[in-house]
């Protein structure tokens, strides 16, 4: 495979089908990254051959800078001035196995689009269109406070009052220009606030004066609960607190059991914690509800209702749920993201008259300064919910050079990761896959 690289970013083989982040990103899993066009310079195609946006993310200890082609994701860290250039290599090998972990690149996405198109004729119209849509595995903590902040709210408010929680609560890591001709030179970016930052009792007012409403006391409440349950010393790898670390546990639990202990906090009803269970605590056949859910099932799977309208409630909430995992199977909370997505209007026109690989009319031109020698890494997955001959046609690679082959060799052999979301997590996973725990296979979808 022959593409051109962006100086300074790494490459990683990785169709479109497996991940496309023009739908991920804005489809209201997260609301943090921020979406960069390119120069107007590297625009010429519209095949979505080259890289149109640059994707951003603010972590404990780094920004992650992400670009995408049809064919590969392309991918650099940023870090403050103050880590020594010595601990770089080890450090990108981290970044590699943050983005193999938040991805959940160990699921072959296309092997389940298959299979839920074959059991679903409303699926079996979207996958075209909307493929490449999986779910992140986030940050337990920050998953858990954005979607407090969702209760009858939109994605764009959603994204505007996470960001301010990070510009008033978390200290700047750093600042990077920007990739166009923006009025701005440059952007700020913050860390996810930890919980010992929006504890304290005067927290609620300031979120109210910020435009939160109701919403302020319930992040106040919540994690003044984790910080007088768990404490608030980090760790001093992880840079995690005692309960940011607590949450991370709840994977482990039993789905009923993990959710019970979600609904103790304040503003978390069965919604908000069955999107923390699907979004980051490994709860894949949790399907979330709400109405707009609910007039799916009724529109297009036969759920009878004696009104479309009707209040949610316990009872109607289980009806949906079920409806739709038994079309969907053991994956069904994935399955439900992609229609979701596809009923959203910001996504009418969706990759309609648009490329493929990003949600602007124009696609990227590969920068001339670009150097063709810089390597591309091969996908290194081995979890398939089917079989390795699939997963090895569906995430083919080249063979790596030498340089970034190392980096992949690092990213498999980190016993411990100090990155930011997810690192005590995704330590113990690559230690469970080498000892072939059952814990590290996916679950295996319902054909």
Same mark, same amino acid.
């Given at each position: @495979?022959?593409?051109?690289?962006?100086?300074?970013?790494?490459?990683?083989?990785?169709?479109?089908?497996?991940?496309?982040?023009?739908?991920?990103?804005?489809?209201?899993?997260?609301?943090?990254?921020? !979406?960069?066009?390119?120069?107007?310079?590297?625009?010429?195609?519209?095949?979505?051959?080259?890289?149109?946006?640059?994707?951003?993310?603010?972590?404990?200890?780094?920004?992650?800078?992400?670009?995408?082609?049809?064919?590969?994701?392309?991918?650099?860290?940023?870090?403050?001035?103050?880590?020594? #250039?010595?601990?770089?290599?080890?450090?990108?090998?981290?970044?590699?196995?943050?983005?193999?972990?938040y991805f959940q $690149?160990?699921?072959?996405?296309?092997?389940?689009?298959?299979?839920?198109?074959?059991?679903?004729?409303?699926?079996?119209?979207?996958?075209?269109?909307?493929?490449?849509?999986?779910?992140?595995?986030?940050?337990?903590? &920050?998953?858990?406070?954005?979607?407090?902040c969702s209760s009858? =709210?939109?994605?764009?408010?959603?994204?505007? @009052?996470?960001? *301010?929680?990070?510009?008033?609560?978390?200290?700047?890591? $750093?600042?990077?220009?920007?990739?166009?001709?923006?009025?701005?030179?440059?952007?700020?970016?913050?860390?996810?606030? /930890? /919980?010992?930052?929006?504890?304290?009792? #005067?927290? *609620?007012?300031?979120?109210?004066?910020?435009?939160?409403?109701y919403r302020a006391?319930?992040?106040?409440?919540?994690?003044?609960?984790?910080?007088?349950?768990?404490?608030?010393?980090?760790?001093?790898?992880?840079? @995690? &607190?005692?309960?940011?670390?607590?949450?991370?546990?709840?994977?482990? @639990?039993?789905?009923?059991?993990?959710?019970?202990?979600?609904?103790?906090?304040?503003?978390?009803?069965?919604?908000?914690?069955?999107?923390?269970?699907?979004?980051?605590?490994?709860?894949? &056949?949790?399907?979330?509800?709400?109405?707009?859910?609910?007039? !799916?099932?009724?529109?297009?799977?036969?759920?009878?209702?004696?009104?479309?309208?009707? =209040?949610?409630?316990?009872?109607?909430?289980? %009806?949906?749920?079920?409806?739709?995992?038994?079309?969907?199977?053991?994956?069904?909370?994935?399955?439900? *993201?992609?229609?979701?997505?596809?009923?959203?209007? *910001?996504?009418?026109?969706?990759?309609?008259?648009?490329?493929?690989?990003?949600?602007?009319?124009?696609?990227?031109?590969?920068?001339?300064?670009?150097?063709?020698?810089?390597?591309? !890494?091969?996908?290194?997955?081995? %979890?398939?919910?089917?079989?390795?001959?699939?997963?090895?046609?569906?995430?083919?690679? &080249?063979?790596?050079?030498?340089?970034?082959?190392?980096?992949?060799? !690092?990213?498999?052999?980190?016993?411990?990761?100090?990155?930011?979301?997810?690192?005590?997590?995704?330590?113990?996973?690559?230690?469970?896959?080498?000892?072939?725990?059952?814990?590290?296979?996916?679950?295996?979808?319902?054909?």
């Amino acid at each position: @495979m022959s593409m051109a690289i962006p100086m300074g970013f790494h490459a990683l083989p990785l169709p479109l089908a497996q991940l496309s982040l023009a739908a991920v990103l804005k489809c209201g899993q997260s609301f943090r990254w921020s !979406i960069l066009p390119l120069p107007t310079s590297e625009l010429p195609v519209a095949d979505g051959s080259v890289p149109a946006h640059e994707y951003r993310l603010c972590l404990r200890d780094r920004v992650v800078c992400l670009r995408q082609s049809r064919d590969a994701l392309f991918y650099r860290s940023v870090f403050p001035a103050s880590v020594p #250039e010595e601990s770089l290599e080890t450090k990108e090998a981290e970044t590699l196995a943050w983005i193999r972990d938040y991805f959940q $690149l160990d699921i072959d996405l296309a092997e389940l689009y298959r299979q839920w198109s074959l059991a679903d004729p409303v699926f079996h119209r979207l996958q075209d269109r909307f493929e490449g849509i999986r779910m992140l595995r986030q940050d337990p903590f &920050e998953n858990l406070i954005s979607f407090i902040c969702s209760s009858n =709210n939109n994605i764009a408010r959603i994204t505007k @009052m996470v960001k *301010s929680l990070c510009q008033h609560y978390s200290p700047p890591l $750093l600042s990077l220009p920007l990739p166009s001709g923006s009025t701005l030179p440059e952007e700020t970016y913050h860390p996810f606030p /930890p /919980p010992s930052a929006l504890a304290p009792p #005067e927290v *609620s007012a300031k979120l109210r004066s910020l435009g939160f409403g109701y919403r302020a006391d319930f992040i106040q409440r919540t994690a003044a609960m984790l910080v007088g349950a768990h404490g608030v010393s980090r760790h001093p790898k992880t840079l @995690m &607190e005692p309960s940011e670390e607590w949450l991370i546990t709840l994977r482990n @639990m039993a789905t009923p059991e993990a959710r019970a202990e979600l609904l103790k906090f304040v503003g978390v009803g069965r919604k908000v914690a069955d999107c923390v269970l699907l979004m980051s605590l490994d709860k894949r &056949e949790v399907i979330p509800v709400d109405t707009h859910v609910h007039q !799916i099932a009724i529109k297009h799977y036969g759920l009878k209702s004696a009104s479309k309208t009707a =209040n949610m409630n316990p009872k109607l909430y289980d %009806e949906v749920s079920t409806k739709l995992a038994s079309v969907w199977g053991d994956y069904a909370g994935w399955a439900h *993201s992609v229609l979701f997505t596809s009923d959203l209007k *910001s996504f009418a026109s969706y990759r309609i008259a648009s490329t493929p690989a990003s949600p602007s009319l124009t696609p990227d031109r590969p920068s001339s300064s670009s150097p063709a020698s810089t390597p591309s !890494i091969s996908t290194p997955t081995s %979890e398939t919910p089917t079989t390795t001959t699939k997963r090895k046609r569906a995430l083919s690679a &080249e063979k790596p050079p030498a340089r970034t082959a190392r980096l992949v060799e !690092i990213a498999d052999s980190l016993p411990e990761l100090a990155i930011a979301e997810s690192t005590y997590s995704l330590a113990e996973r690559v230690k469970r896959r080498r000892r072939g725990a059952p814990s590290s296979q996916p679950l295996s979808p319902a054909a």
